[in-house]
């Protein structure tokens, strides 16, 4: 059913108040009520517009401390009703907070006139609604750099709310899938992000995105803000993928910063992900060492490893393995990603796997943890005693763990070098960040191999060996360099671009020393098949090793052992170059 417009009359316009609003806007905590001026759906031109503006800006000066909102959203405003507004509010040092545009005519005057007044208005907006216009690529950037030239986004941290969704004109390299779309966006989004960080003021601490295209919900509250953008961001950009002939002319959405629907490869609830098919068969779990205390395992891709933080959570995961009956060839041939410790509990029989229910915390023995895309090696106990013992090696960091890994990048370095930067992550998105205060104590140390390209990328092959033990700290300690891993989706603005050629994460658990009851335990897994297949397709640009060191990588998918040597020898006080 269509929606019924009332004209604007100059009576209705002579009528026009501030009115209390019940609600609250986006992230507040309550304590200011907001003050709106509703003027939507009315066909509201250019010259009505300037009525409405001389009629409200003199009622402002009356108002208690307020939040003040401006609503002309679904009306006929075009550019020069939007740049006499604009001049009327900054002259008029009207404190304005939320200003709604959404579905009007603006076009490249209108948003160079807004891109004015959100630099030089009194107060920092809020809140700035343009979705639905006809605002080009060029200048919603030129929106955004203003944007982020205010100090008061990054000093203050108030972002911006910025919506710039489904304009009615294309954009270049939009005409594309959803998903490849929020990959053109993250590209720009990184772009900018050099760009700020080139010309911010020297004594700017940044340790988090400027810019946030809150990717992972529908809505960036404070809290999440204030965790994970230490300095910012500067602007929030929800939706901003959503662009192209598929939105123009296209239904409605609620313009207020609610939940809306993302695309569905970026945001897959775990039981969905769990359950959809997939293209590739998955193998089982290989064997390579097992005595009467503990067993060594190499993983293969796609086995989930690591069971929901949360009490509740995990309860309810309990109670719907107790009814999954299959046996452990099914759990193999479903062609979907499986719990680990579910496949271990139906495939072998010991004290752990027996009290695999009763210790939800224990994880069938094992005593760490791979991410779903990485492969190689992993631990477990196979009977409490050895499962605290070696627990406890793990907890004392007396265990040397391994890594073989590809990173966007030429890594400059004349041998290893260590990474030392505390690391917290976020159970509420599942996001691993890199802070100066708090946060718990990471250490990874590199060692670049080689240096190699495909196209116009270059890459980096290195080995990494973690001191302790956080989740997603290499990926992290990487990606904070400026060199995230191959295909990394989570940290990598254009992971979904190298899976043209690599099919995963590269990431492979190469290694591990272990001592168990005084002997000394050396395990290796070459690198796995997929990852080789992907590496073979590089070509080398330079080896930073002695010839003959990394030879047998492409065939055996193992490195020379002298390396390893070097690289597991090293210590916190051994002399490395300090990348920070």
């Known amino acids: 059913m269509a929606c019924r417009w009332e004209e604007a009359s100059n009576e209705w316009i002579d009528s026009l108040k501030f009115v209390e609003d019940t609600g609250y806007g986006r992230d507040r905590s ?28 003199p009622q402002v000066r009356d108002l208690p401390p307020c939040l003040v909102e401006l609503n002309l959203a679904n009306n006929d405003i075009r550019d020069a009703g939007v740049s006499q507004m604009c001049d009327a509010l900054r002259h008029a040092n009207v404190q304005l907070h939320i200003l709604r545009l959404q579905r009007n005519r603006i076009q490249c005057q209108g948003a160079e006139a807004l891109s004015r007044f959100v ?31 205010r100090e008061d986004y990054a000093m203050k941290r108030k972002p911006l ?27 720009i989004v990184t772009n900018m992000t050099d760009e700020l960080l080139h010309n911010a003021p020297p004594d700017l601490e ?11 919900t529908g809505r960036c509250s404070a809290r999440y803000c204030e965790h994970q953008h230490k300095s910012g961001p500067f602007v929030h950009l929800p939706y901003l993928w959503q662009q192209g002939s598929r939105y123009i002319s296209g239904p409605d959405v609620n313009t207020r910063p609610e939940d809306v629907p993302l695309p569905p490869a970026l ?76 496949y271990i509990a139906r495939r072998f029989q010991d004290e752990m796997t027996l009290a695999w229910r009763d210790r939800p915390d224990d994880g069938a023995g094992f005593l760490h943890r791979l991410d779903c895309q990485t492969s190689g090696l992993m631990i477990r106990g196979k009977n409490p005693e050895s499962f605290d013992a070696l627990k406890k090696q793990f907890f004392m960091q007396k265990v040397k763990k391994g890594y073989l890994c590809l990173a966007h990048g030429q890594i ?31 250490e990874t140390f590199v060692m670049p191999l080689a240096h190699a390209y495909w196209g116009h990328q270059t890459y980096t092959f290195c080995a990494v060996r973690i001191v302790s033990g956080r989740t997603h700290q290499i990926r992290k300690h990487l990606e904070y360099l400026g060199h995230p891993l191959v295909a990394d989706r989570k940290y990598n603005p254009l992971g979904a671009r190298d899976k043209e050629w690599c099919p995963r994460l590269f990431l492979h658990a190469y290694e591990v020393w272990i001592n168990e009851l005084g002997t000394e335990h050396r395990f290796v897994a070459p690198l796995a098949l997929d990852l080789r297949v992907a590496l073979q397709k590089l070509q080398v640009a330079e080896n930073l090793c002695e010839p003959g060191r ?29 990348y920070f």
Not at 120 to 138: A, D, K, M, W, Y
Not at 412 to 440: M, W
């Open 30 to 57: 309550g304590v200011w009520p907001t003050w709106t001026v509703r003027a939507e759906r009315r066909r509201i031109t250019d010259e009505k517009l300037q009525r409405i503006v001389r009629h409200v800006v």
């Open 119 to 149: 630099s030089r208005s009194r107060v920092p907006l809020e809140e700035l609604h343009l979705s639905h216009n006809l605002i080009s690529f060029t200048e919603a950037l030129q929106l955004i750099r203003s944007a982020c030239r």
């Open 161 to 187: 709310w910025l919506r710039l969704e489904r304009q009615q004109v294309r954009w270049t390299d939009f005409e594309r899938s959803e998903e490849l779309q929020m990959e053109r966006v993250r590209e």
């Open 206 to 216: 940044v340790n988090g995105p400027l810019l946030c295209l809150v990717r992972r």
């Open 267 to 342: 945001c897959v609830p775990v039981v969905a992900a769990l359950r959809r098919p997939r293209p590739w068969q998955k193998s089982a779990p290989q064997v390579i060492f097992e005595n009467e205390e503990m067993q060594v395992i190499n993983k293969p891709p796609y086995w989930n490893c690591r069971w929901t933080r949360s009490v509740e959570d995990r309860k309810e995961d309990r109670e719907w393995i107790t009814h999954d009956r299959r046996s452990w060839e099914q759990i193999i041939g479903s062609n979907q990603p499986e719990y680990l410790d579910l």
């Open 412 to 442: 400059e370095s004349d041998g290893p070098f260590r990474i030392d930067a505390k690391l917290s992550y976020s159970r509420e998105n599942e996001e691993t960040t890199v802070v100066a205060t708090g946060g718990e104590h990471a």
């Open 550 to 578: 990394l030879r047998e990588v492409p065939t055996t998918g193992l490195i020379d052992q002298v390396l390893t040597d070097e690289l597991m020898d090293l210590k916190s006080s051994t002399q490395t170059f300090d």
